[in-house]
């Protein structure tokens, strides 16, 4: 089957309500955005979050509807969406990933050692994946996470008030003393991910109720009305969740997507 007739006949439990429901069941739109992520407490699924509410206009100007499937259990998804404000009626949880082995996802490096567990497995595996190994451009990532981006919008308001501990709070136009404004300065990004990793890391029982899955990657897939693919791309590794990470959701471009399979 293809991707939409996997997704259309798949039900999981919604965030919202606890209720095992279709995932495209309510989707009257012109397009219909599904998203699967990975494990709710990744940088991946947060950081796509994000990008989400940034452009909420765009989304809804286009008339998309939003779908979106995550690793975790329905405490993951109501913390998911206290934190990144993404609707808990959009979100629906995959305990064991089975949708993401459905549609053929990359499910992260997979070397054993026979003395650890599936848990212990997939943390070194994870590591490894974040050293760049079975993960392709996760490390050249990251350094543009440090290093700013002029291809990129400028993240962070002047105005903001920043909380990522260990640092202090700030305002955000202190990353014109980095190199000025209107694109992503250096640190910008970093920042935000460091905010993300805190809050993980604070309730990480919560985000990853099940560390066995921590290297599955996701993909996104862009339908329209009749359930024609437009786009999907489909993630080769830890933060490669877009085709254009400078603009995670420049594929929807004016709206005309056709773009299929990176």
Not at 45 to 70: D, F
Not at 106 to 132: E, I, R, T
Request: proline share 5%; with cysteine; hydrophobic share 40%.
């Amino acid at each position: 089957m293809d991707a939409y007739a996997i997704i259309k006949q798949t039900q999981r439990q919604r965030v919202s309500d606890g209720a095992i429901a279709p995932i495209l069941g309510d989707c009257h739109a012109a397009k219909q955005l599904v998203l699967v992520w990975p494990q709710l407490g990744d940088f991946d699924s947060l950081e796509y979050a994000w990008w989400l509410q940034r452009e909420a206009e765009q989304l809804q100007a286009q008339n998309i509807i939003i779908r979106a499937v995550g690793i975790g259990d329905r405490a993951s998804g109501q913390k998911f969406c206290d934190y990144t404000g993404f609707p808990a009626g959009c979100l629906f949880i995959d305990p064991t990933a089975e949708l993401h082995r459905q549609l053929g996802l990359y499910s992260g490096l997979s070397l054993k050692v026979p003395s650890l567990s599936s848990a212990q497995n997939a943390w070194m595996n994870l590591m490894l994946m974040c050293a760049g190994i079975g993960s392709p451009g996760t490390l050249a990532e990251v350094f543009r996470g440090y290093r700013g981006d002029r291809q990129a919008p400028q993240l962070i308001d002047d105005e903001e008030v920043v909380q990522a501990k260990p640092l202090p709070p700030f305002k955000g136009s202190f990353f014109k003393l980095a190199g000025g404004k209107g694109f992503q300065r250096p640190f910008e990004l970093a920042t935000l991910r460091l905010r993300n990793m805190t809050e993980v890391l604070s309730h990480w029982n919560t985000y990853v109720p099940d560390a066995a899955y921590m290297t599955q990657r996701g993909g996104t897939f862009l339908f329209n009305a009749q359930g024609e693919l437009l786009y999907e791309h489909r993630d080769r590794g830890i933060l490669g969740f877009a085709e254009d990470m400078s603009n995670p959701l420049s594929f929807l471009g004016d709206g005309s997507c056709l773009n299929v399979g990176s």
